[in-house]
Each structure stands twice: as structure tokens, then as C-alpha cells.
């Protein structure tokens, strides 16, 4: 198995770091902070460092439709986030009728439909659920009982749908109708064994999973044909809970942690919990999807 040291891009003290998106028109990385409730933005070529602080917790975001703007994924909503302006605007409502629920990991199918999870905010078991949004903003429930949906990944065929469901510990696979935005033929196919819980995800361009592992200290790089753990990057911070893929090349691996229920003596071995790490593990990733309406 290859083994890989992840390195610090920048050093922040996030609570909840999340959902790293490589956007491939602007050529920046951006993330979140569920949290503190910030957009945070990285210029890597530049290396500046801005972040916007929103009115709710935010989970994750994708491309918009129109140019310069993000979708993103808050407590109670879906809206339309312009970086430039700070302009903020509603698309959908979700889970309204839940104010103990928000939004958690989310992503764009190849299709252009929003899918994302939500979660109790009070550790209630099966009390989320995963929902799709298309692109006339309707948005239906997919799976319900879930305690904490997460990581999501597409084949680059968009013929098979990965899923983290992190209480149960594995990854599953669906079969995806991109016509209907459908999940059938479920079955799963990573069980990882040890070393923390599996959280966010994204898929390179050989088809392999890379995974954040919540109390894991590592990302693993998992064959879904196989189950078979590949490779390991390790992440000298307590929480690692997602990755994506960028740069021009898309050949490094950014990795977001958390600082969220770490305690003083493990912050004392891991001070740097909460920074954005990196990684060049010799694969290249694929670029993201956008939100179409």
C-alpha cells in the first residue's frame, strides 16, 4: 500500500471544516466551515485566503448556473451565494418543518442535480435524509432514515452513484439514471475496518475513492471494484472530513479537518486541526460538477 504526508496549505482553526470544491472556471478552491457558518476561498497561485460569513450554518456548495455564483447548502435551504456581491438568494426550502435538522454534505451529479443530505443537529439517529434538486428547483426525497449522510461521488460515465452513510461506517453504490435522477441496484462496496469513520469523499480519474476519515488522522484510497484499501495520506489533525482534487492539473489533493469535539490533549499532539492540508499523491481527479437550472 503507497503512503502518503499531506502538508499544510494554510493554517486556520476551523470547527467544522467541509465540502473542498476545486472550481474549475475560477481556478480557486473553496469550502466550508459548518460552524463558524463561512465560504472560505484559496487562491493557491496567489496564495490569498478570503472567507464570507453567512446568517446560517452552511454544509457545502457547488458551481452555479450563472458564472461567479455558488449554490450552497444551509440550515433549512438551498440558495444561490454570489462571492462578489455577498448577495444571498433563497432557491428551496428543506426540511423547514425540522429546525433540529440541517443541511450536511451535498454535490452535483454529471446530470447538473443538486444532491445532498441533511442531519440532526441534537445526534438523533435516522432523523435526515437525502434529497435531489433539479433544475426546476424541485426537490424530492431519495432516502429517508438517514442519521448522517455524507460523502457523494460519480463515475465519470455518470452511471454509478458512491455514497457515505458515516453512522454505518461503509460506502455504497447505486446504479444512477441520469434521464430520472434515480438510485436502483443498491449494494455496498467499502467496508473500511479501522482508523476513524468514513466522512467526505470525491473520485479521481482512474475511478478510485479517496475518503476523509472523521477521528481518522488519514485519507484512504479505496478500489470500489475491490473494496481493497490502496493508498493512505496522512493528516496530522484529529478530524479529516473531505477531499477534492485540484490545481490546473488536478493532480493535488486538498483535505479539509475539523477541530469539532477534539479535546485540549489532542490538540496538543495535533495543533494544526482545522488547517487546509494538501497533497500530491500522483493521481489526477476529476472536475466538478455545476448546478444546472
Not at 456581491?85 to 440541517?102: F, G, Q
Not at 447505486?174 to 467526505?200: A, M
Not at 477531499?243 to 495543533?271: H, M, N, W
Request: charged letters at 25%; aromatic letters at 8%; one cysteine or more.
Amino acid at each position: 500500500m503507497k503512503k502518503y504526508q499531506a502538508e499544510v496549505a494554510l493554517e486556520l482553526e476551523a470547527t467544522l471544516g467541509e465540502g473542498p470544491l476545486w472550481h474549475p472556471e475560477e481556478q480557486k478552491l473553496y469550502w466550508v466551515d459548518i460552524e463558524q457558518q463561512k465560504v472560505h476561498q484559496y487562491d493557491p497561485e496567489r496564495q490569498t485566503h478570503q472567507h464570507w460569513k453567512l446568517p446560517k450554518k452552511v454544509s457545502a456548495l457547488v458551481p452555479g448556473a450563472q458564472p461567479g455564483t455558488l449554490v450552497v447548502a444551509l440550515q433549512g435551504e438551498i440558495a444561490s451565494f454570489d462571492p462578489a456581491t455577498e448577495a444571498l438568494t433563497a432557491l428551496v426550502d428543506v426540511e423547514k418543518d425540522k429546525p433540529a435538522n440541517r443541511c450536511n454534505d451535498g454535490k452535483c451529479a454529471p446530470d447538473g442535480r443538486l444532491w445532498v443530505g441533511t442531519m440532526s443537529t441534537e445526534s438523533e439517529d435516522k432523523a435526515g435524509a437525502l434529497y435531489c434538486l433539479d433544475g426546476a428547483l424541485q426537490l424530492r426525497l431519495v432516502r429517508d432514515h438517514c442519521t448522517i449522510p455524507n460523502g457523494m461521488a460519480w463515475t465519470t460515465d455518470g452511471r454509478t452513484m458512491y455514497f457515505i452513510e458515516t453512522s454505518e461506517s461503509c460506502v455504497r453504490a447505486f446504479d444512477y439514471d441520469s434521464e430520472k435522477g434515480t438510485l436502483t441496484n443498491e449494494r455496498v462496496v467499502v467496508k473500511p475496518e479501522e482508523g476513524g469513520s468514513p466522512d467526505g469523499m470525491c473520485i479521481d480519474a482512474e475511478g478510485k475513492l479517496w475518503i476523509g476519515f472523521w477521528d481518522g488522522q488519514r485519507v484512504g484510497c479505496y478500489d470500489p471494484q475491490t473494496g481493497q484499501l490502496l493508498a493512505e495520506v496522512e493528516v496530522p489533525a484529529v478530524n479529516v472530513t473531505s477531499c477534492a482534487f485540484g490545481d490546473a492539473d488536478l493532480g493535488t489533493l486538498y483535505i479539509t479537518t475539523a477541530r469539532d469535539g477534539v479535546s485540549d490533549e489532542q490538540l496538543e499532539k495535533y495543533p494544526l486541526t482545522g488547517s487546509l492540508f494538501r497533497c500530491r499523491p500522483g493521481v489526477k481527479g476529476t472536475l466538478a460538477d455545476s448546478f444546472a437550472l
